[in-house]
């Protein structure tokens, strides 16, 4: 068969956008949830494997890399679960953390919970809609440098959950300092 034939061109290629793929997606929601998983095993990458870090008159090999920098996105990609069910999961969890917090906080007239659900339900926004809009719009290619925000709203998420927990703060507005 002819790929640049004009039935080619004419059924497929025309056709073929956004739009389509995620229609596609939708009917065939088994290789959506596997291409989905596949986006997820690089959810935690922050350097991309396939390009170096240093430029050409450095003297160093074509795909070189510095590992400086690397050592949190490195632990997070080795023990993170690299399902998307658990990144959907992971934003529930969190979500409803900081939705219980935001209703205290309503309920005593604080604001400060709330503006944190806030922050919670955007970070979790774009893990998720990062994964979905990067493997709808590109597929599989180039997967690592698509999700990088999803490594980072992930790690805010972590840290913004660690400072409340060690500040007992989660579920109550900070104290005003004097």
């Excluded at 059924?11 to 998983?37: K, N, S």
């Excluded at 430029?55 to 399902?83: L, N, V």
């Excluded at 979905?132 to 590109?138: A, L």
Aim: glycine share 8%; net charge positive.
């Amino acid at each position: 068969m002819n790929t640049r034939g004009t039935v080619v061109q004419r059924d497929f290629i025309q056709r073929f956008d956004f739009v389509w793929v995620l229609r596609f997606y939708l009917t065939h929601l088994p290789a959506f949830g596997r291409i989905l998983d596949l986006a997820a095993k690089d959810g935690q990458l922050t350097q991309v494997k396939a390009v170096s870090n240093y430029s050409a008159a450095s003297g160093r090999t074509k795909q070189a890399q510095t590992h400086y920098f690397t050592g949190f996105s490195s632990f997070m990609g080795t023990f993170f679960p690299a399902k998307f069910a658990f990144y959907c999961l992971f934003v529930a969890v969190m979500m409803g953390l900081y939705a219980g917090g935001a209703y205290l906080g309503f309920r005593r007239h604080q604001a400060w919970p709330i503006m944190k659900l806030a922050v919670v339900t955007g970070l979790g926004s774009i893990i998720i809609g990062v994964m979905v809009i990067s493997v709808v719009g590109d597929g599989d290619a180039d997967l690592a440098k698509h999700l990088f925000m999803v490594a980072q709203s992930t790690d805010w998420l972590l840290i913004l959950l660690l400072s409340d927990v060690t500040n007992q703060t989660l579920f109550r507005e900070p104290e005003a300092a004097v």
